[in-house]
């Protein structure tokens, strides 16, 4: 009750709250759960440590292989980095990936370490089809590469209409910047019936399942190994990467606030979507009219995401673990 309370408070307020050299001993990370501010608008105003090259050069070649390939995983970016002229062992690729929050869509065993103190909720989407705006929403959060240093991205879509409903950005993979995305959706566009996300200790903390608990959202998480359970916002990082940052090479924070500023405003209200026969998801969000989802699943038989369940008919095309992605518009 005192957390809630705490967080009807104007942001700007809370963050005033913060002392970067505070006399009785509590750390910045300590406070900022506290106030329930992110820790990144608080260190956003001091100057950045400097970052490795090397190792920043990595990442961004770690980044650019798991959007084209996303099943590789730590063996096989070893190769890929080793036939670009790096000379890395696996398990500097393995921290390097795991500090991107990037792992191969390939299940194996132990890929992914429960928290002991987080309950984990079953997935409850599988053969629901999604017939108008606000019935799903889902999140996600992906690794961002700048020109001197590196950005996390965490982002909720409607799934009706592939509508991004909004976006945090933070320097750290803290829970605090994606309840602030979650309670912003909340308070612009209202609540779903249904909320999907993977089993992120961002997702299943206290401080999140607390808003959707508040809400009284049900609650659906992907299954352990299983990214095609969230689907489209694993396509829409595809998209965000391919058509705005690797174009624009984004150098600092405040570039890429209002980069993906303008792009998100774009991809809502211009940008024609193919699974929308060429409608905008603001259109479809807005009209109720022209979108839907349905992600089957036959166990190891064959995948299919048909998009516009109204009026179309599902898709029994194979597809490889390679191209599954593709099939997706």
């Given at each position: 009750?005192?957390?809630?309370?705490?967080?009807?408070?104007?942001?700007?307020?809370?963050?005033?709250?913060?002392?970067?050299?505070?006399?009785?001993?509590?750390?910045?990370?300590?406070?900022?759960?506290?106030?329930?501010?992110?820790?990144?608008?608080?260190?956003?105003?001091?100057?950045?440590?400097?970052?490795?090259?090397?190792?920043?050069?990595?990442?961004?070649?770690?980044?650019?292989?798991?959007?084209?390939?996303?099943?590789?995983?730590?063996?096989?970016m070893v190769v890929y980095l080793r036939h670009h002229g790096h000379d890395v062992n696996r398990k500097r690729v393995q921290r390097l990936m795991r500090q991107m929050g990037l792992a191969g869509m390939a299940p194996g065993s132990k890929t992914s370490v429960r928290h002991p103190m987080h309950k984990i909720y079953p997935y409850l989407l599988r053969g629901v089809a999604i017939t108008r705006p606000n019935q799903v929403w889902s999140i996600d959060l992906t690794y961002i590469r700048l020109s001197h240093g590196f950005a996390y991205l965490v982002a909720v879509i409607d799934w009706y209409s592939r509508c991004v409903l909004s976006f945090r950005l933070s320097n750290s993979m803290d829970a605090v910047?994606?309840?602030?995305?979650?309670?912003?959706?909340?308070?612009?566009?209202?609540?779903?019936?249904?909320?999907?996300?993977?089993?992120?200790?961002?997702?299943?903390?206290?401080?999140?399942?607390?808003?959707?608990?508040?809400?009284?959202?049900?609650?659906?998480?992907?299954?352990r190994g299983r990214v095609f359970d969230n689907i489209f916002v694993e396509r829409l990082w595809r998209t965000v990467k391919y058509e705005d940052i690797y174009l624009r090479g984004y150098a600092s924070m405040s570039e890429l606030q209002q980069g993906l500023t303008?792009?998100?405003?774009?991809?809502?209200?211009?940008?024609?979507?193919?699974?929308?026969?060429?409608?905008?998801?603001?259109?479809?969000?807005?009209?109720?009219?022209?979108?839907?989802?349905?992600?089957?699943?036959?166990?190891?038989?064959?995948?299919?995401?048909?998009?516009?369940?109204?009026?179309?008919?599902?898709s029994r095309r194979r597809c490889s673990a390679a191209n599954r992605v593709e099939c997706v518009s």
């Amino acid at each position: 009750m005192a957390q809630k309370k705490v967080r009807a408070m104007p942001v700007t307020l809370r963050q005033s709250w913060v002392e970067r050299f505070s006399m009785t001993g509590v750390s910045i990370s300590q406070q900022c759960e506290l106030a329930a501010v992110a820790r990144s608008t608080v260190y956003a105003h001091q100057k950045p440590k400097a970052v490795d090259g090397d190792e920043l050069l990595l990442c961004h070649l770690l980044d650019e292989a798991y959007t084209r390939h996303p099943f590789y995983g730590s063996r096989k970016m070893v190769v890929y980095l080793r036939h670009h002229g790096h000379d890395v062992n696996r398990k500097r690729v393995q921290r390097l990936m795991r500090q991107m929050g990037l792992a191969g869509m390939a299940p194996g065993s132990k890929t992914s370490v429960r928290h002991p103190m987080h309950k984990i909720y079953p997935y409850l989407l599988r053969g629901v089809a999604i017939t108008r705006p606000n019935q799903v929403w889902s999140i996600d959060l992906t690794y961002i590469r700048l020109s001197h240093g590196f950005a996390y991205l965490v982002a909720v879509i409607d799934w009706y209409s592939r509508c991004v409903l909004s976006f945090r950005l933070s320097n750290s993979m803290d829970a605090v910047f994606c309840v602030d995305c979650l309670e912003d959706a909340l308070r612009i566009h209202g609540k779903p019936d249904i909320f999907n996300s993977d089993q992120g200790s961002q997702f299943t903390s206290a401080m999140f399942i607390d808003v959707l608990k508040g809400e009284q959202i049900t609650i659906s998480m992907d299954g352990r190994g299983r990214v095609f359970d969230n689907i489209f916002v694993e396509r829409l990082w595809r998209t965000v990467k391919y058509e705005d940052i690797y174009l624009r090479g984004y150098a600092s924070m405040s570039e890429l606030q209002q980069g993906l500023t303008a792009y998100f405003a774009f991809y809502n209200h211009e940008r024609p979507h193919q699974a929308l026969s060429y409608k905008t998801p603001n259109e479809v969000y807005q009209a109720a009219v022209g979108g839907g989802a349905m992600i089957l699943d036959k166990y190891g038989h064959h995948m299919t995401v048909a998009s516009n369940v109204i009026g179309l008919t599902v898709s029994r095309r194979r597809c490889s673990a390679a191209n599954r992605v593709e099939c997706v518009s």
